[in-house]
């Protein structure tokens, strides 16, 4: 996007959207592995999520022990049955239902209501899964042969306190007959028996005034019928009762995925479990977000949940969930060969189980990079679900070439693919340049167009307060938990603009980067945030050469020069090499410095609690140059000889080949660096009449155009013959 007129970033100059969000071939290794294994990757019904558990289920200790008492919590409210026998005459069907009625009222008070706790995508939804068919199936089948699972996916539940309970009623309504397949529920008999209640109280009752006349009185039943059917709440009350009165059968109601949901949302969950449990008699489980128990357990309505019935669930390593759906993968995979086709246009056959091999390697390759691994931790926050978008995305990648991956058959599991390409599949998926709003990776240096004056350092100092502050206990005695208001009036005091400070922290909330105690991205000043794992991550982005260079690509920039140097950079084949990316790098961090002295005259001050704060410095991003330079010499010595000869420096270059329309030269103190001129293009000033007279041997005088990465070598103006 373009800026205010004098603001500009390098991919706009590349083109229109188009061009600017041009996609990749994906990877077609992973695009194929991907698809073929989507439903072990992303389980969606509960029979791929069955299959899961059963057969890549990653165990804990400390799940596992919260299975013995939710089962013991469970097996309380077990209603009568061969064991629960009272001894009255078997001719009389009506009273061992009301005896079976009454002892399932006499348990109204015990219903409960437990809480799993823990991060988004932690692994809860999943652990109730385990629990039901791994834990209680296997152990007590006959328990489990009467529990009724209800699942509710609340992701499609209304916000409003008005519409969410009819909703409610209604889905566990429609899961109920969907359970119960085998029971006709439109039956005049089975209808009979759900509202026998209803039916026998008329009967004794106003009933009675109708035994005479027979057509009236079936009017009056239908009626009777229709209204209970039409009222939900009756409906669903009796149609439990009916099911526990009949087959004895437990009702246990899971909402998932509440823990989606923000603060206010999430407790009003809480509200309609607790509903649900002491109106209609029935076990509830009901997931929650840990920040939220963790921070409200002590107020209304957490207060009031029995702690005996919270279990916190730890979310399993992610990378040992990608390997077990990986080794259940290759037990399932047959035997059979399919084609690639490589960029070079080759046709490669691979064998299924061998293709997967690959990916084995990349788990390893993964796993002994400690920058890889931190970023699928850091990233994906303790979210399995995440984590697995994350390396579905990485797998297919256009920047992880085929080639890369087969490049594995020879080397094997000592195979290591280079940091930076792992980064840039990372950062860009399968877009050609990087854009923050796609990526999985924010763009620390954005700012907005429309703003008076753009502020590329913001959502660094905000990130870099709250760091800061980790470790120091905030008003609520949680470490790390601030008022928003103390991070604006912060900011405000090295130069910040009160309304862009809030507006990035909202956007911080949103990516992820920060956690509000509302889990709502639109806080007020009384709000708490603290720093979360991805921002954290982000902070330590700052230190990579290949994130700068990636952030670079949108960056607003002032001064049109270094724009276009980066924008002739990112249209060469060769923009994602080590020198390109160190070279746009460095080109940002030095435009950024000079911005930063222009954007605040007073660029640190003294906060009111003595600690000095200062507008980012950059120091960071120099010191990951100076470092990158460090560990490759070929790229040190390029990027010397690239800042030794910038855009206009006059040269003494020596013609050493004369081509059709064009020149061939070399400069240098050793005569070892390689120019070109040609007549076929004004930028380099070459006359046709003059190149004729231009013989292999003679001296010219030039100025260095700029570098062209795709020939390695520089382009020249010329200025004039060396006499």
């Known amino acids: 996007a373009s800026g205010k007129k004098e603001f500009k970033t390098p991919v706009l100059q590349l083109g229109g959207k188009r061009v600017q969000n041009e996609e990749l071939e994906e990877n077609s290794f992973g695009r194929t592995f991907v698809l073929e294994n989507r439903t072990i990757f992303d389980p969606e019904t509960e029979e791929e999520r069955g299959v899961i558990v059963e057969n890549a289920y990653i165990t804990s200790a400390k799940r596992e022990q919260h299975a013995e008492p939710i089962y013991k919590e469970i097996r309380k409210f077990e209603l009568p049955s061969k064991r629960h026998t009272t001894p009255i005459a078997t001719d009389n069907p009506t009273e061992l239902v009301q005896k079976i009625s009454q002892r399932i009222d006499d348990k109204i008070e015990a219903y409960s209501l437990m809480l799993l706790i823990?991060?988004?995508?932690?692994?809860?939804?999943?652990?109730?899964?385990?629990?039901?068919?791994?834990?209680?199936?296997?152990?007590?089948?006959?328990?489990?042969?009467?529990?009724?699972w209800i699942f509710l996916n609340m992701n499609f539940a209304p916000l409003t306190k008005e519409e969410i309970?009819?909703?409610?009623?209604?889905?566990?309504i429609e899961q109920i007959k969907n359970n119960h397949q085998n029971i006709n529920f439109s039956n005049f008999e089975v209808i009979k028996r759900v509202f026998r209640k209803e039916l026998q109280n008329f009967e004794e009752g106003i009933g009675q005034l109708l035994k005479e006349d027979k057509n009236s009185y079936q009017k009056e039943?239908?009626?009777?019928?229709?209204?209970?059917?039409?009222?939900?709440?009756?409906?669903?009350?009796?149609?439990?009762?009916y099911l526990k009165g009949d087959y004895s059968f437990l009702p246990i109601i899971v909402l998932d995925n509440c823990d989606k949901r923000n603060k206010d949302e999430q407790l009003l969950m809480f509200e309609v479990a607790q509903w649900l449990r002491t109106t209609f008699k029935c076990v509830v489980i009901l997931p929650m977000r840990d920040s939220t128990y963790?921070?409200?357990?002590n107020e209304p309505p957490l207060d009031t949940v029995v702690k005996d019935l919270v279990f916190r669930i730890d979310p399993p390593d992610l990378l040992k969930v990608l390997q077990a759906r990986l080794d259940y993968i290759?037990?399932?995979?047959?035997?059979?060969?399919?084609?690639?086709?490589?960029?070079?246009?080759?046709?490669?056959?691979?064998?299924?189980?061998?293709?997967?091999?690959?990916?084995?390697?990349?788990?390893?390759?993964?796993?002994?990079n400690n920058m890889a691994s931190d970023i699928f931790y850091r990233l994906s926050d303790r979210n399995t679900r995440n984590g697995i978008q994350i390396f579905e995305d990485f797998c297919k990648s256009g920047h992880i070439l085929a080639e890369d991956i087969l490049m594995m058959r020879t080397v094997g599991k000592d195979y290591e693919l280079p940091s930076y390409k792992f980064l840039n599949a990372m950062l860009r998926k399968n877009r050609r340049y990087y854009n923050g709003e796609q990526s999985n990776f924010i763009n620390l240096f954005y700012s907005d167009f429309n703003d008076d004056f753009p502020d590329p350092f913001i959502r660094i100092d905000i990130l870099r307060w709250l760091k800061d502050h980790n470790a120091k206990e905030g008003p609520t005695k949680n470490k790390g938990m601030f008022p928003t208001g103390e991070v604006v009036k912060d900011m405000q005091l090295i130069g910040h603009s009160k309304d862009i400070i809030i507006r990035e922290i909202n956007y911080l909330i949103k990516r992820g980067l920060i956690l509000s105690e509302t889990l709502s991205s639109n806080v007020g000043k009384e709000d708490l945030i603290k720093i979360a794992l991805p921002g954290l991550l982000h902070i330590n982005l700052l230190h990579n050469v290949t994130?700068?260079?990636?952030?670079?690509?949108?960056?607003?920039?002032?001064?049109?020069?270094?724009?276009?140097?980066?924008?002739?950079?990112?249209?060469?084949?060769f923009y994602l090499t080590k020198l390109s990316m160190v070279l746009t790098a460095n080109e940002m961090i030095k435009y950024l410095e000079g911005y930063r002295t222009e954007f605040s005259s007073h660029p640190e001050a003294?906060?009111?609690d003595g600690d000095q704060r200062r507008i980012y410095d950059l120091e960071d991003c120099k010191n990951a140059i100076i470092k990158w330079l460090d560990k490759d010499s070929y790229v040190r010595g390029e990027f010397a000889k690239l800042q030794s000869y910038p855009a206009g420096k006059e040269v003494m270059a020596n013609v050493v080949s004369k081509v059709k329309n064009g020149l061939v030269c070399l400069f240098g103190e050793n005569q070892d660096i390689k120019g070109f001129l040609s007549v076929l293009d004004s930028k380099y000033n070459l006359d046709y009449a003059i190149y004729e007279k231009i013989d292999i041997g003679e001296r010219l005088i030039c100025e260095i155009v700029e570098f062209d990465h795709d020939y390695k070598s520089f382009q020249l103006r010329f200025v004039d013959k060396h006499e």
């Open 118 to 148: 823990g991060n988004v995508g932690s692994g809860k939804t999943t652990f109730i899964r385990y629990f039901k068919k791994m834990f209680l199936e296997k152990k007590y089948p006959q328990l489990a042969q009467k529990c009724d």
């Open 165 to 172: 309970y009819g909703w409610v009623k209604s889905e566990i």
């Open 221 to 241: 039943i239908y009626q009777l019928l229709k209204e209970k059917m039409e009222d939900s709440s009756c409906f669903l009350n009796s149609l439990l009762s």
């Open 294 to 297: 963790d921070l409200y357990r």
């Open 330 to 368: 290759i037990r399932i995979t047959e035997q059979t060969d399919t084609t690639y086709i490589l960029r070079n246009g080759f046709n490669v056959s691979v064998k299924k189980t061998e293709l997967i091999d690959y990916f084995k390697c990349i788990m390893v390759a993964i796993r002994g």
């Open 547 to 573: 994130y700068l260079a990636a952030c670079a690509e949108n960056v607003l920039f002032k001064d049109i020069s270094v724009m276009t140097s980066i924008s002739r950079r990112l249209a060469s084949n």
């Open 606 to 608: 003294y906060l009111s």
